[in-house]
């Protein structure tokens, strides 16, 4: 039984406390519509990194993961140790996409790409996923919390959902970004320092390994005769459809890469995220499993343990109090940095492919900015009332695994086929997500229809239970199959719909982000003192609108011309970009003050320089 101690309530509230008061002091960052969602698309690569690893493990991560570790030992690695083969096409194929065709959501590039018909059945799609990604998120705080506080679920989830709301509502993207950062770090501490300690507690690791069932050591799940956890299931449910829409669709993940100061960035933290941070993600939320299994069999643990409840008897078996706080809090921590995203992404996509389009179009840039607060409190309401549903499956392992494997096939399927093929047009677009979300439901009234997908894995009993994983596999073929059969009984898209938005040379969608030939010959970094002037045009959005006046030695150091993009940034790193600015090249007037560059007072307020500080000023196209 665990019993949480004066000091860890403590622990505890302190770090709500802490974490609403740094997630509120970010409000002073949002000024547009464009710094709530997309933080100005500023911010250096290693502060995306940990953000996005904090989103990808939430709070349902240490349970459903550490649960399945207690069950399936090393092989529930698979998990989160496939995401590489995405790597080559988010890197070269999607990521320069995004950046430079200045979309502001995945719904608005089915629009450029396709029509608004697809748009809008897309963005029906991803408000079903991330609304319920909320819920989930909220309903495992509310089980690994309630035999603690031994309080209704409910009342847990609503206490953590004011915070995340309040924080959000006031920061929005810069507070998600900052706040992740420290939680993302936290929990990643948090896991591997539990399973160190909890080593040592047993003896060293040949008391631990020694007490690892045999069965337990194999990297690998059994191909197809669990229907529970296989190898098939696992593949097609997390390693494609889940993976792929998490990596190359989840609106805040597009918006973690929308935050980077360059397309450059933005490669670098996929390649950090997925080859460095998830290995260490999975270790740290993975080994409590695999833990708990071999004290079970030391006697450490009573062998009717709950599995769910398998990291927080562990962590409070091997921690002394106020340790204990820590662990709780990074457990909060996981869920708060993946449910602010996940609330932050309904509100851009109410926003710019509800509002924006249909409801309010033309309206001024404050009336989007106060639209997105109160939309994040409603997704926030919608979370909770969403946990009931939730909690009528058997496991949240179980829940996530039939939500994901039912919703993701159609979206990934459509992405795909509309980034790799050229034929691909509107008409199979529609095909793949409408046709494919059918199938997807007949798929459960009758399960025999996926047998043939199955990989021969059992049948499993109860409504929606039946090939929990492999359905994915039935999804993506139903999805992809529709889509394909109709795009060749029609015409093809015309190259105007292909520009820029399809896997291609880069040098072309540099050319339509920049509306010039990019400048790509290599220059140096320059630092110049930054200074207000009349003379400099006022901009400040994201694409560089504002404009930078330099000296021409700059230009010359820089390899620069006018019109050219640069990035003017506090040269302190631990910074993260967080105070810096995009604009376009000028050229300053020869009285100008020796060694300056020259920019508006909106946009020096909106970077956050001080008049006559040292920037960094770098080209990038």
């Not at 529930?76 to 890197?91: G, K, R």
């Not at 089980?143 to 309040?166: S, T």
Request: proline share 5%.
């Amino acid at each position: 039984m665990v019993h949480i101690q004066p000091i860890d309530w403590i622990i505890l509230v302190a770090y709500f406390v802490g974490i609403l008061g740094f997630g509120a002091y970010y409000g002073k960052f949002v000024k547009t519509s464009s710094d709530f969602f997309f933080g100005g698309k500023r911010f250096a690569w290693w502060v995306i990194a940990f953000s996005c690893v904090a989103t990808l493990v939430g709070s349902y991560s240490f349970v459903k993961y550490s649960a399945n570790a207690y069950k399936n030992g090393f092989s529930s690695s698979m998990s989160y140790m496939n995401d590489w083969m995405w790597l080559p096409l988010m890197m070269f194929g999607w990521i320069p996409i995004i950046f430079y065709s200045k979309i502001k959501s995945v719904p608005e590039y089915f629009e450029k790409r396709f029509n608004p018909a697809t748009r809008l059945a897309l963005t029906v799609f991803m408000l079903v996923y991330l609304t319920g990604y909320i819920g989930i998120n909220f309903y495992t705080m509310g089980v690994v919390m309630q035999p603690i506080l031994k309080i209704n679920i409910l009342y847990i989830v609503i206490f953590v959902a004011v915070i995340c709301a309040v924080y959000i509502t006031a920061g929005g993207q810069t507070s998600v970004i900052m706040t992740d950062l420290l939680q993302g770090v936290l929990l990643l501490i948090a896991g591997v320092t539990i399973f160190t300690v909890g080593v040592v507690y047993m003896g060293g690791f040949s008391q631990f390994w020694t007490h690892v069932p045999a069965g337990h050591k194999y990297l690998l799940a059994e191909y197809n005769t669990d229907p529970s956890f296989s190898f098939a299931g696992v593949f097609w449910q997390d390693g494609i459809a889940n993976s792929a829409v998490f990596w190359f669709m989840n609106q805040g993940i597009i918006m973690r890469f929308l935050s980077v100061r360059s397309a450059k960035d933005a490669r670098l933290t996929i390649l950090v995220v997925i080859m460095v941070l998830s290995p260490i993600a999975m270790f740290a939320i993975d080994s409590t499993g695999w833990l708990g299994t071999a004290m079970v069999n030391k006697g450490l643990l009573p062998p009717d343990m709950d599995p769910e409840n398998i990291f927080v008897n562990v962590a409070f078996l091997i921690c002394r109090p106020g340790v204990f706080g820590l662990i709780l809090a990074a457990l909060t921590a996981a869920l708060m940095s993946t449910v602010d995203t996940l609330i932050n992404a309904v509100s851009a996509i109410a926003v710019n492919d509800v509002l924006q389009p249909y409801i309010a179009p033309g309206r001024e840039d404050k009336y989007y900015l106060g639209a997105a607060r109160w939309i994040s409190i409603v997704a926030t309401l919608v979370g909770v009332l969403l946990v009931p549903l939730f909690a009528r499956f058997e496991s949240i392992y179980v829940a996530h695994g039939i939500f994901t494997a039912t919703i993701t096939p159609p979206m990934a399927a459509a992405l795909l086929l509309a980034i790799c093929w050229k034929r691909y047009n509107s008409a199979g677009a529609l095909a793949t997500l409408v046709g494919g979300g059918i199938a997807m439901v007949v798929g459960m009234i009758w399960p025999q229809l996926m047998v043939p997908f199955s990989h021969g894995v059992p049948m499993s009993e109860g409504f929606g239970n039946a090939f929990k994983y492999t359905r994915a596999f039935y999804g993506m073929a139903c999805a992809a199959g529709l889509g394909v059969f109709v795009t060749l009984l029609t015409r093809p898209p015309g190259k105007e719909k292909l520009a820029g938005l399809i896997i291609g040379p880069q040098q072309i969608a540099m050319k339509i982000f920049k509306g010039a030939e990019p400048n790509t010959t290599p220059g140096k970094v320059v630092k110049l003192k930054v200074q207000a002037s009349e003379m400099a045009a006022a901009g400040g959005e994201e694409d560089g609108s504002g404009v930078a006046l330099l000296p021409q030695s700059a230009l010359k150091a820089m390899n620069a011309r006018p019109g050219d993009h640069v990035y003017l940034c506090d040269p302190r790193w631990w910074y993260g970009g967080l105070h810096s600015i995009h604009a376009r090249v000028g050229i300053a007037p020869a009285d100008a003050p020796h060694g300056s560059v020259l920019i508006s007072g909106f946009n020096l307020d909106l970077s956050l320089f001080r008049d006559g500080q040292t920037v960094t000023v770098e080209k990038f196209l």
